[in-house]
């Protein structure tokens, strides 16, 4: 007798990043943001009428829509909106990747991307970084179904150029690009200025890293008016009301502070600076931190022991158990305060090894 | 040369009710509820912070399995939650109906489902309700790759005895029956009762009607451990944080206020009675509704004009201009006040046409 079990769609999850609550510890692992969102989204919050949760939210997100098209000189017929960029890219994926040739995206990189391409059924080729994990262009050349990759990488917090990006979809002007920028605000330099020159690029960013609200669960994606609509296609035969009361609100009344935002995003570049400073002096070895995190190795220990000690300390950092970057860290930026208690425990545990 | 454009996901999206916010307007055509969320809710709001929305949610969320757990008798793993039923429905094609037998469901029911069938590229055929638009289960027990209706069924207010599902279960122990009780809080007797008995029964819930939030987005899926983990498994390669803080604590604690939620079921489940009496009294048939809305006819004024007439006095109920169903309004329960303004001007309008 067949099984209804027969028929259960076979997947490898994803596996995202603990999320201990513990009272007091240093929560460096999943890349959050260390300060609060503005005190503009507080005010806003506290106007918030509970009665008004009883109506379906506006499904065409249109306050959230309208205010992230202003606040990047965009149409709003430019922009998406989903629950997180992971709600982006899964759209995206399923609209966009439909070839019967591989997708491609670079061997290390954010470890989604191949959890979504065995979802949807999509077939892909990895690109292995150069030794200094550096993306090259040259790979993306051959025919495929789409190219994706995150600028900065993630865990390698490496951010490419803008003229390898355009070298890239100067090769692929017949597959969509996808660039994801979701750390992008910490120093990089965008694509967004490529979208009104290239139709097939997609650029997808998320409110969870710089804006401070990945308890929000807000992304976007902005690009060609074709690409959205067929973005929004796919997303209205999947969930028609993604978005809601809160995220709409609260997801445009943040964009407004400006000062603030820039103010934080001051704070983790000086923060990052003088936390690799300290990693060097302490022999750590890693790319030039471009993303709120940095990817360091120690030559003499490794990364597995220095992430189980820092755990006992309640220092929660990151570790990948995956070929080439076993040996590394993902360390996010947090205060100065908890960079220092990271760095001082390094310090000791390091000394007292010797 | 080839187009990006070329492997696009084709599809005809869902078209969602419209959401007009007008000031004074009567809503009656998404059916939600007239009530607002229990003061509760704004309480626990008010205790929100702001601060800790820089900080993933809980990815398993666990605070509301919980709550719903405790809420409905079952145990933790027997709970999936969603952005929505919508999200809850739309995980469950994905997951569950992966035969190469075409899915079954109702030719008049929600029209959501043949569009998940078909961004999702699962056959399925429809099977027609009897005249009086009530399922016929001989039309279930043919060899198929899943089963689903609504009970209460949409937009005919129908509710099916128990019987009728444990009927369409026996004859379909091999695939997933997936009951939507959307609306069964408004007088039915659930299905819920059968999920220990039955391991390929999936019974899914919402919070967009009878608790007043649809706009939190918030749905649930209640079944066997292994229905529950192969829908965690498919999410978690989609979008592993899709509840956010809001949805977490005010979802929970809604559930808290039973007293509350009852009221609001008597009420409006006693002004559906004065309506019906109404609308029978000004020459309207409609089956015997046991949701919070009723599905009219009339047989003199075709219901398409009636729409049109009842839009002009800002007086919004839905109108689908489908084969068999294209005669009838579906409207929703609002308050006491409401339907009696709309009664008026029925009441109005049918003799000034005489």
């Not at 692992?29 to 506290?46: F, G, Q």
């Not at 690799?276 to 890693?286: I, N, P, S």
């Amino acid at each position: 007798m067949k099984n209804w079990r027969d028929n259960i769609r076979k997947v490898v999850p994803y596996t995202p990043g603990e999320q201990p609550k513990k009272e007091g510890m240093i929560k460096l692992n999943t890349n959050e943001n260390p300060y609060p969102p503005s005190p503009s989204v507080r005010k806003r919050l506290e106007e918030m009428s509970v009665d008004t949760l009883r109506l379906y939210p506006d499904p065409t997100a249109g306050v959230l829509v309208r205010a992230l098209a202003d606040h990047y000189g965009v149409q709003d017929d430019q922009v998406f909106v989903g629950v997180g960029s992971d709600d982006v890219l899964a759209m995206a994926f399923m609209t966009f990747f439909n070839s019967d040739r591989p997708i491609f995206f670079p061997d290390i990189t954010y470890s989604f991307y191949p959890v979504w391409a065995d979802v949807f059924r999509i077939g892909y080729e990895t690109k292995a970084l150069d030794k200094d994990f550096r993306i090259r262009p040259e790979d993306y050349y051959g025919e495929n179904g789409g190219v994706i990759f995150p600028n900065p990488n993630a865990p390698t917090s490496i951010l490419e150029p803008l003229d390898l990006i355009r070298d890239i979809l100067e090769h692929n002007r017949d597959v969509v690009v996808i660039v994801d920028e979701a750390y992008i605000d910490f120093g990089g330099v965008s694509a967004l200025e490529l979208v009104n020159e290239y139709d097939n690029l997609l650029v997808v960013r998320t409110y969870s890293k710089s804006r401070s609200m990945a308890g929000l669960r807000v992304g976007f994606a902005i690009g060609h008016p074709d690409l959205i609509k067929a973005l929004n296609d796919v997303k209205y035969s999947f969930n028609s009301y993604t978005m809601d009361a809160f995220s709409l609100a609260l997801g445009a009344e943040t964009l407004k502070d400006t000062g603030y935002f820039e103010e934080c995003m001051e704070k983790i570049i000086r923060t990052r600076a003088w936390t690799a400073k300290e990693l060097t002096r302490l022999g750590f070895v890693f790319p030039e931190p471009m993303a709120n995190f940095i990817f360091a190795s120690h030559p003499d220990i490794p990364a597995e022991e220095l992430f189980a000690r820092l755990r006992e300390q309640d220092i929660y950092v990151r570790y990948f158990p995956l070929p080439r970057i076993d040996n590394y860290l993902r360390i996010t930026i947090g205060t100065d305060e908890q960079m220092k208690t990271l760095i001082r425990f390094l310090e000791k545990y390091i000394n007292g090894r010797k």
